[in-house]
């Protein structure tokens, strides 16, 4: 990747973050609430792979826990890894598909969710999962109503790779 | 019958197979896979070591020092969305309060009658107090709110998610700040500052489950404890089925401290009005239900409080 496109990924994971702590965290519509640096992110590693997905998912959460005083590395830990898998599905199976980025959210929406779940369970802190289930649908649907601008914003701004620049699989010859 | 006529096409990881790219492009690519692996587990490991460093200390050290100036540095990035929004935010509010406006007016309307028959009725029992109070020389804690200096800030962070009901603050130690520090709206009571740095703190708001605020019953004296009860509702518990608590009632923080808060809450924040009362033959408490004046879901410009007066300490 490029240094060009490294800087615009730091850009709008930035953005992203600081508009979902300052605005888009007070939006409350049926118990869910719209998570666009979620949003990003999953575009982002889409477009640029696994190991962008993983460190956009711990820049993006270190600002995050940073802009909050919230625990530091909490968010990182669960961003990391759903930056990752989104990246490997975007290099895999996902590649080119229409569905990709819709699905993906509404999946990583929901692991997300189980995951900071988990993590606050583990640290022996209040988890109420069915608070968090309770705005669990919304906040997918929310999720899905941002996945189409958010995309094609980012889709604009980091240039799909070209075909030929990824990875072949096994071919038969003969 | 006879015999299947097929080529010999091997399977896909047969060992014949010829493969597109050369061995050494194969060897590359398991070469980034093993980059790629090895990049996510330094990253987990990164955040599990801050996530334990913060858990251990989470409002010292170096760690919450360099947040703490993570945070003053992104501050201005927060306020400048907050202040974008506003405009939208306004504006949402102000169609979403066209909705119900003329039933409000008319249910402000009576409100006011009876608070203005409240209010007479206040002043002369203060004029007395202030006069017993003068002839005991009762000395007393800081009260609310003329031993109180208000920092007025805004909103700069707000509660993600369910996991936790903290905001953030655009001021902190430098302004007086500290831990414990009430944050109070022009409505009522928001809750306390839990985390602090130089230029922002964080306040942990009534709302929040592990939260606890000792309360009163200004009308009838019935104090409890105040609690995140159904919804955007409180729950005043710990009230006694013996005690008399009625709808319509004003809940106001009791002041009292402990040995761990001695900044805690001071006394006659206001917090709330009873919405309905209940119990049960097997509830050992009544069932009090509070709607709280703060609006927590549109939270914007608050006031942390700083005691302008000595607090006495407990022996």
């Given at each position: 990747m490029s240094v060009v496109d490294s800087v615009k990924v730091v850009v709008l994971l930035f953005v992203a973050a600081i508009m979902q702590v300052?605005?888009?965290?007070?939006v409350h519509i049926l118990g869910g609430m719209p998570d666009v640096l979620l949003v990003m992110l999953v575009a982002v590693a889409l477009l640029r792979g696994s190991v962008v997905g993983a460190l956009g998912g711990f820049f993006a959460g270190l600002l995050v826990d940073t802009a909050t005083l919230g625990q530091l590395g909490l968010t990182s830990l669960v961003l990391t890894i759903a930056g990752y898998w989104i990246g490997r599905y975007g290099e895999t199976t996902?590649?080119?598909?229409?569905?990709a980025p819709f699905l993906s959210v509404a999946v990583v929406t929901i692991l997300y969710s189980v995951g900071l779940l988990l993590v606050h369970f583990v640290l022996g802190e209040r988890a109420p999962a069915g608070a968090m289930f309770r705005g669990l649908l919304p906040a997918i649907a929310l999720n899905l109503i941002f996945t189409a601008p958010v995309y094609a914003l980012v889709r604009r701004l980091l240039r799909p790779f070209d075909r030929s620049d990824l990875a072949t699989e096994v071919q038969l010859l003969g | 019958m006879a015999p299947p006529n097929r080529t010999a096409r091997v399977a896909v990881l047969g060992s014949s197979v010829q493969r597109s790219r050369s061995k050494k492009h194969a060897a590359g690519r398991a070469r980034n896979a093993v980059l790629r692996r090895l990049i996510l587990a330094m990253l987990v490991i990164a955040a599990l070591a801050l996530l334990t460093v913060s858990f251990r200390s989470p409002t010292s050290g170096v760690l919450h020092d360099v947040q703490g100036t993570g945070a003053t540095a992104l501050r201005p990035f927060q306020i400048a969305a907050g202040r974008v929004a506003r405009p939208f935010r306004d504006a949402y509010g102000y169609f979403q309060g066209l909705a119900g406006a003329k039933s409000e007016n008319t249910k402000l309307k009576r409100e006011l009658r009876t608070v203005r028959a409240q209010l007479a009725n206040n002043d002369a029992g203060a004029l007395r107090a202030a006069e017993l109070e003068r002839l005991l020389h009762f000395e007393g804690s800081p009260?609310?709110?003329?031993d109180f200096r208000a920092v007025n800030t805004s909103v700069?962070?707000?509660?993600?998610?369910?996991?936790g009901q903290q905001v953030g603050i655009a001021v902190g130690s430098s302004s007086?700040?500290?831990?414990?520090s009430t944050l109070v709206s022009a409505d009522g009571l928001l809750g306390r500052v839990t985390n602090v740095s130089k230029s922002t703190a964080v306040a942990t708001l009534?709302?929040?489950?592990d939260s606890a605020v000792a309360a009163?019953?200004?009308?009838?004296g019935v104090r409890g404890i105040i609690k995140p009860g159904q919804g955007t509702t409180l729950i005043l518990d710990r009230?006694?089925?013996e005690k008399k608590v009625r709808k319509g009632d004003v809940i106001v923080t009791q002041g009292t401290r402990d040995r761990r808060y001695p900044d805690l809450y001071p006394y006659g924040i206001p917090i709330g009005v009873v919405l309905n009362t209940g119990t049960s033959d097997?509830?050992?408490?009544l069932t009090v239900q509070v709607q709280p004046f703060a609006q927590f879901d549109s939270l914007d410009s608050v006031a942390a409080l700083v005691a302008t007066k000595r607090t006495p300490k407990r022996p």
């Open positions: 300052s605005i888009f965290a007070q996902g590649r080119d598909r229409f569905h | 009260s609310y709110p003329q700069i962070s707000f509660p993600n998610g369910p996991f007086g700040i500290g831990l414990n009534i709302t929040d489950p009163v019953d200004v009308k009838t009230v006694s089925k097997i509830a050992s408490f």
